[in-house]
T-cell receptor, first 118, second 113 residues
Framework: GAVVSQHPSWVICKSGTSVKIECRSL??????MFWYRQFPKQSLMLMAT?????????EQGVEKDKFLINHASLTLSTLTVTSAHPEDSSFYIC??????????????FGEGSRLTVL | GENVEQHPSTLSVQEGDSAVIKCTYS??????FPWYKQELGKRPQLIID?????GEKKDQRIAVTLNKTAKHFSLHITETQPEDSAVYFC????????????FGSGTRLQVQP
C-alpha cells in the first residue's frame, strides 16, 4: 500500500502551548487528507478534511480555531493543536484516500501521533 | 451522515474457535466496507474489505459478508490464533467523492491459548 508518513510519533507538551503534526503522502499526490482523533479505548473519529488549495472542512463539534489545518502542498498536510489542554491528549492519525487512478476505497494511514498535554 | 454500529464490544474465544463481529450502517450511499485490525498504539491495518456489488469475500482464515438490503456486514475469523488478539474496527464509506471512512466503535478480541 501507499506510504503515509506522520511526524512526530509522540509528543509531550505543557498546557497552553501549541503542537504541530505533519502528514506526508510519499507515494502519490493527495488533494485531500483526513485527520482522525482516537481517545484511549475508543474508535477513530473524523475531525476534519484537509483540502489542498482551500479551507479545511471540519466535522461537527471540532473547533476550527483550535485545530488548525494547512494543506501546504499536494503531499503535505499539517494539524496544529493550539493552546493545548490535557483533554486534547489523544492519538491523532492522518489518512490519505487513493488517487482517482487507484480503484480501491482503501485509506492509507499515517503511523499516528500520540499527544500528551501536561 | 453515516452511522456505523458494531457488536460486540469485547469478544473472548478459545484458540481454534471462530469469531464473528457484526456491524450495521445507516447510509445507503455507502458501498465500501473495510475491516481494520489495530494493535495498541499503532495505526489501523486493513485486513479485508468488500464492496457493495459482492456478497462475500474470503482471504484464508478471514471472511466478510455483506447484506446491503439489511445494511449489515460481518467479519468472520476461523481457527483463531493468539496473534489475532487485537481491536477490530469495521468502517463504511462511499467510494466516490470525499471517501472519508466512518468507523464502528471497535471490538476487542481476546484469543485464549
Amino acid at each position: 500500500g501507499a506510504v503515509v508518513s506522520q511526524h512526530p510519533s509522540w509528543v509531550i507538551c505543557k498546557s497552553g502551548t501549541s503542537v504541530k503534526i505533519e502528514c506526508r503522502s510519499l507515494d502519490f499526490q493527495a488533494t485531500t487528507m483526513f485527520w482522525y482523533r482516537q481517545f484511549p479505548k475508543q474508535s477513530l473519529m473524523l475531525m476534519a478534511t484537509s483540502n489542498e488549495g482551500s479551507k479545511a472542512t471540519y466535522e461537527q463539534g471540532v473547533e476550527k480555531d483550535k485545530f488548525l489545518i494547512n494543506h501546504a502542498s499536494l503531499t503535505l498536510s499539517t494539524l496544529t493543536v493550539t493552546s493545548a489542554h490535557p483533554e486534547d491528549s489523544s492519538f491523532y492519525i492522518c489518512s490519505v484516500p487513493p488517487g482517482l487512478a487507484v480503484n480501491t476505497g482503501e485509506l492509507f494511514f499515517g503511523e499516528g501521533s500520540r499527544l500528551t498535554v501536561l | 451522515g453515516e452511522n456505523v454500529e458494531q457488536h460486540p464490544s469485547t469478544l473472548s474465544v478459545q484458540e481454534g474457535d471462530s469469531a464473528v463481529i457484526k456491524c450495521t450502517y445507516s447510509d445507503s450511499a455507502s458501498n465500501y466496507f473495510p475491516w481494520y485490525k489495530q494493535e495498541l498504539g499503532k495505526r489501523p491495518q486493513l485486513i479485508i474489505d468488500i464492496r457493495s456489488n459482492v456478497g462475500e469475500k474470503k482471504d484464508q482464515r478471514i471472511a466478510v459478508t455483506l447484506n446491503k438490503t439489511a445494511k449489515h456486514f460481518s467479519l468472520h475469523i476461523t481457527e483463531t490464533q493468539p496473534e489475532d488478539s487485537a481491536v477490530y474496527f469495521c468502517a463504511a464509506s462511499p467510494d466516490t467523492g470525499r471517501r472519508a471512512l466512518t468507523f464502528g466503535s471497535g471490538t476487542r478480541l481476546q484469543v485464549q491459548p
